[in-house]
């Protein structure tokens, strides 16, 4: 039997998404070789082409079609879901311009939602997203641009929301944000592709019908989230864009890569974004 590799993050859309293909719940015509792991780490992997099946920030697609297709499942797209700028203070964006803000990884959504909004001009520092909230409570960063879970967190740390990311995005597009999506060696080929996207979507299934067969899954890779942060994350991370990308998920997805494109002045890639 084929071993593929299999990167995703450990955040709870993640695990409970994959959790039937990891605990072999579903049967699978191949075995997996998996790596959770930080999305950044994660987007660097594919790059290097080291993953065969992995996650990754919708903004990371540019570097990796080469060898990669996206698949129409298993991603985070939607509403309400965007990344958030947030500091110690109330302040608003223009009074950031010049400030240096943390970022989960310059190859994140994140940090082009940030690039692509405009008003700042100062440094950015990346980090683990989870290092974030932490540094900019403790004055060693003057913001941050927070994902995951940090979106019902951020006040335990005492910190302000500057802009909600997600909503920006929403106002400018009228589109859903693709924040994420699975992506698959071109190489592996059409069937085994499609094969991978059938079992994804399988799996996703399987956690909406038996959700108590992936709880202890989902909480023991959930960083000591509380359950109600848990079931927060998976209602806005997984829904019917993680089934389905759909037309309006793939002009979503298109219109973000495009705006990236402008922005660093380099042509659209030539090849498709998605298998089939």
């Known amino acids: 039997m084929k071993t593929l590799t299999l990167g995703y993050s450990p955040c709870p859309n993640d695990t409970f998404i994959f959790c039937a293909m990891a605990e072999k719940q579903i049967d699978l015509p191949f075995s997996l070789d998996i790596l959770l792991a930080d999305v950044e780490m994660l987007n660097r992997r594919a790059g290097q082409g080291a993953l065969d099946i992995s996650k990754i920030s919708t903004s990371a697609a540019l570097s990796i079609l080469d060898n990669y297709w996206l698949l129409r499942a298993g991603g985070a797209m939607?509403?309400?879901?965007?990344?958030?700028?947030?500091?110690?203070r109330p302040v608003g964006m223009k009074e950031l311009?010049?400030?240096?803000?943390a970022t989960p990884g310059d190859l994140t959504t994140a940090n082009l939602l940030l690039r692509l909004e405009g008003?700042?001009?100062g440094k950015r520092v990346p980090m683990?997203?989870?290092?974030?909230?932490?540094?900019?409570?403790?004055?060693?960063?003057?913001?941050?641009?927070?994902?995951?879970?940090g979106r019902?967190?951020?006040?335990?740390?005492?910190?302000?929301?500057?802009?909600?990311?997600?909503?920006?995005?929403?106002?400018?597009?009228?589109?859903?944000?693709p924040l994420g999506a699975?992506?698959?060696?071109?190489?592996?080929?059409?069937?085994?592709?499609?094969?991978?996207?059938?079992?994804?979507?399988?799996?996703l299934l399987f956690a909406r019908k038996h959700p108590e067969a992936v709880r202890a899954y989902i909480e023991k890779h959930a960083q000591e989230m509380s359950p109600e942060v848990i079931r927060l994350h998976i209602?806005?991370?997984?829904?019917e864009f993680s089934l389905e990308a759909g037309v309006e998920g793939e002009r979503a997805m298109g219109k973000?890569?495009?705006?990236?494109?402008?922005l660093e002045n380099i042509a659209f890639p030539a090849r498709g974004l998605f298998w089939g």
């Open 78 to 88: 939607g509403r309400g879901c965007g990344p958030l700028v947030v500091s110690k």
């Open 97 to 101: 311009r010049e400030a240096t803000i």
């Open 119 to 121: 008003t700042h001009r």
């Open 128 to 149: 683990p997203f989870d290092h974030i909230m932490p540094a900019v409570a403790a004055g060693e960063v003057d913001a941050g641009v927070i994902i995951h879970e």
């Open 152 to 177: 019902w967190t951020y006040r335990a740390y005492g910190l302000h929301e500057v802009l909600d990311l997600g909503r920006w995005w929403e106002s400018e597009t009228a589109l859903p944000l």
């Open 182 to 203: 699975i992506a698959v060696r071109r190489d592996l080929g059409r069937d085994l592709t499609a094969t991978v996207e059938e079992k994804i979507r399988e799996s």
């Open 235 to 239: 209602d806005a991370f997984v829904n």
């Open 256 to 262: 973000l890569l495009e705006a990236a494109c402008s």
